[in-house]
């Protein structure tokens, strides 16, 4: 994502006052209603300039205050007792003037039949004391530790009466007031705060933001504020040059409505993640000079039904009223996938409910309004068949991952603000990154550039490009302690992979070897091909199952048992084997037959889509038994090899031990041994995920 001059993303120009500038030319945005429809433009809350966010609590306010002054007036509280001391409480009790008392531990509570005048030191804010006179008709005082016996029989003698319970002190009218009201008017701020949190970034506050959640969230970048082009694109140039004639027909559509033609209603995305769809979007954007409305698909969807119906209506409203305009909707199968399978309330559901309203959006617009959807998805499988359709998105562009030169084209592009040393070769650094996407070269750049900073250099070199990438692909190094024994198994695991990388034909080059714990391993044997492959042999599938198994295939040979440093070996190897028998039809037993599940094809995961088993349970056993059959064959073979190579593979495990890590040119010096060249003629299958 490019960068305006003052360093800020263009995707914030919305919250900034990007709109001041159309209002005052009589743009689209000039033409666009006031906030809260209220007539010339006056807000609801209160005239332009007042602070919204300041008026809703002072009617809550005012109520309370209201309230306490009402209250105090018409309903004044009984007074409080006044503290007198107990030798004048006594006098008051022969005297005949006390008529009740009450008791609360060591504390007497009563009244006067006659106010008594009392004398009270009050101290005031300045600190002076202050004496006044009270009269005083309810009284208390504390009854002393050392009073002897005899206080009741002389307050029946007097004909007081005394109390059970204790009088109880009166309860200010503001203490009354909160507990009655509290609770309500807390509900009330939450209720206001939670409005203003759903409320859209340009709606009102308060009750506005509540009346607004159906208001479109997209975030709108103005014609000319795209800094984006397809100078910024690189490596995927079929994709770019498929939306070339979108970005012309923005910019002169007479030249296709002339002849009768029409540009398409949506274009769809479809690739792997980080391959530039997003990039690419706001590319077509940039070069056409158009406003760009982008909104993830998972932010229609809110906990309240019509909600996101509603957003996608307000999107295409403000899209037609900026017209020629594009709308990007990222990840569209988080809203756009098959209906009819939702789990809980079925047809009912918000995601349906805002599907729906896309069709109808797209069916309702024409493509003479200037308005074009772009969207993008990494899981075309789960698509519902209506988006898809003519006249939705008629178009679907593939964004695949670069080959070697598309690699060295991203590079290109992301290496323009760093300072490279002489010996950096783009060209090397692009063929040894088969299978990475544009995402995952800018992360290595940006790796790079790290590790050459806490190296306190002035450049990033080769070296450093190699160690990130190594970073990233094998993962971080970790600092263990292993006992020798353990190291020396690792060696001996790591050998066998590498000796069979070496003797199997056609196997993947071998361009470095380790016994450092990196990630969850501990240690790794990385091959890399030589170009990118788009075809695979079934000799090439075996000889990859056969390299696989030569870390179990050497300990069983060496140390004659097993450990579970195998696992992630084992896992390739299943799933090669079933997919050589049940996708790409390479066993003789089961025959030339498709029996795997539909699986998302750019995620890499098991089955998106439940479906019931398409064979037998013969067919089932018939498959188990050609996978298993596989991999024991590769199995023996990777034993036999080890065991032919056996010197090689000790002289390789030797020199790991002693020095960690090699890379290509020192295995083969070690180990003395030449790379099998792949047989020819040998039946080509298709690559996994085709």
């Known amino acids: ?13 919305r919250s900034e006052g990007a709109d001041d500038a159309p209002r005052a030319q009589g743009g689209p945005a000039a033409r666009r209603p006031p906030p809260g429809g209220a007539p010339g433009g006056v807000p609801p809350f209160g005239p332009p300039g007042t602070p919204v966010g300041c008026s809703w609590w002072l009617l809550p306010l005012a109520l309370l205050l209201l309230n306490y002054v009402v209250v105090a007036t018409f309903f004044p509280g009984e007074g409080r007792p006044v503290e007198v001391p107990y030798t004048l409480f006594r006098e008051q009790v022969l005297a005949g003037n006390v008529t009740v008392v009450a008791t609360r531990a060591d504390v007497i509570e009563g009244e006067f039949a006659a106010p008594v005048p009392v004398t009270k030191a009050t101290r005031t804010f300045l600190g002076q004391e202050v004496r006044q006179e009270l009269e005083v008709t309810r009284f208390r005082t504390t009854l002393p530790s050392f009073a002897g016996p005899g206080l009741e029989e002389l307050l029946l003698e007097r004909g007081v009466v005394i109390e059970a319970e204790t009088i109880s002190e009166p309860r200010s009218p503001l203490l009354t ?13 939450l209720l206001l705060w939670l409005t203003r949190r759903v409320a859209s970034p340009d709606a009102m506050g ?4 509540a009346l ?9 970048v103005d014609a000319g504020e795209v800094k984006v082009t397809f100078d910024d694109v690189a490596g995927i140039d079929e994709a770019e040059n498929e939306l070339v004639e979108i970005v012309d027909f923005l910019k002169n559509p007479q030249k296709y409505t002339r002849l009768g033609g029409t540009a398409p209603k949506g274009v769809l995305l479809v690739g792997p993640p980080g391959t530039g769809k997003t990039l690419l979007a706001k590319a077509v954007a940039g070069e056409a000079g158009v406003p760009f409305f982008s909104m993830n698909a998972s932010e229609f969807v809110e906990m309240i039904v019509g909600v996101g119906a509603a957003r996608v209506r307000d999107m295409f409203a403000e899209a037609r009223k900026a017209a020629p305009a594009i709308i990007f909707i990222d990840e569209l199968d988080a809203i756009g996938r098959r209906r009819g399978r939702a789990v809980l309330t079925g047809g009912n559901s918000e995601q349906e409910q805002t599907l729906n309203q896309i069709l109808t959006e797209m069916d309702g617009m024409s493509t003479k309004e200037g308005v074009i959807v772009i969207a993008a998805t990494n899981m075309p499988e789960v698509l519902d068949p209506a988006l898809l359709r003519a006249g939705r998105f008629d178009r679907r562009v593939m964004v695949l991952p670069p080959d070697k030169a598309g690699r060295k084209a991203i590079l290109e592009v992301h290496v323009r603000g760093v300072p490279l040393a002489p010996d950096v070769h783009l060209e090397e650094i692009a ?11 800018r992360n290595l750049v940006n790796e790079a550039a790290l590790l050459a900073a806490r190296r306190d ?3 990033v070199g080769q070296d450093d490009f190699h160690d990130a990438l190594e970073k990233i692909i094998l993962g971080p190094e970790r600092k263990l302690l292993l006992k020798r024994e353990d190291r020396e198994r690792v060696a001996y695991h790591e050998a066998g992979h590498a000796i069979l990388g070496l003797v199997v034909p056609g196997a993947d080059p071998v361009t470095r070897v380790s016994i450092t714990p990196r990630g969850q391993s501990l240690g790794v044997t990385y091959q890399r091909p030589e170009d990118d492959r788009y075809n695979f042999s079934e000799g090439y599938l075996r000889g990859k199952i056969i390299a ?8 069983e040979l060496v140390y004659g048992d097993r450990t579970t440093g195998a696992e992630n070996d084992l896992q390739q190897v299943t799933r090669l084997a079933y997919g050589m028998v049940t996708r790409w039809g390479m066993s003789d037993t089961v025959g030339p037959v498709a029996l795997a599940g539909p699986e998302g094809q750019f995620l890499g995961g098991p089955e998106v889509l439940p479906r019931e088993r398409p064979y037998s349970e013969a067919t089932a056993q018939a498959v188990d038994e050609a996978a298993r059959r596989i991999v024991d064959e590769c199995y023996r073979e990777a034993l036999r090899l080890l065991t032919e190579h056996r010197p090689a593979l000790d002289r390789l495990a030797a020199a790991l031990m002693e020095r960690e890590t090699l890379d290509e040119k020192q295995v083969l010096e070690v180990t003395g041994l030449r790379r099998q060249a792949e047989p020819e003629g040998v039946a080509q299958a298709p690559p996994e995920g085709a």
Do not use: C, N, Q, Y
């Open 1 to 13: 994502m490019s960068a305006d001059s003052s360093g800020r993303s263009p995707w914030l120009r």
């Open 177 to 189: 007031l909160l507990i009655s009201f509290g609770p309500a008017l807390l509900m009330i701020g």
């Open 206 to 209: 308060g009750l506005g933001g």
């Open 212 to 220: 607004s959640m159906g208001r479109s969230r997209a975030r709108r």
């Open 431 to 441: 063929a040894i990154t088969p299978g990475l996407v544009g995402a995952d070269l």
């Open 457 to 459: 250099k002035d450049a």
């Open 548 to 555: 696989a198994l030569g870390g179990r295939a050497a300990e």
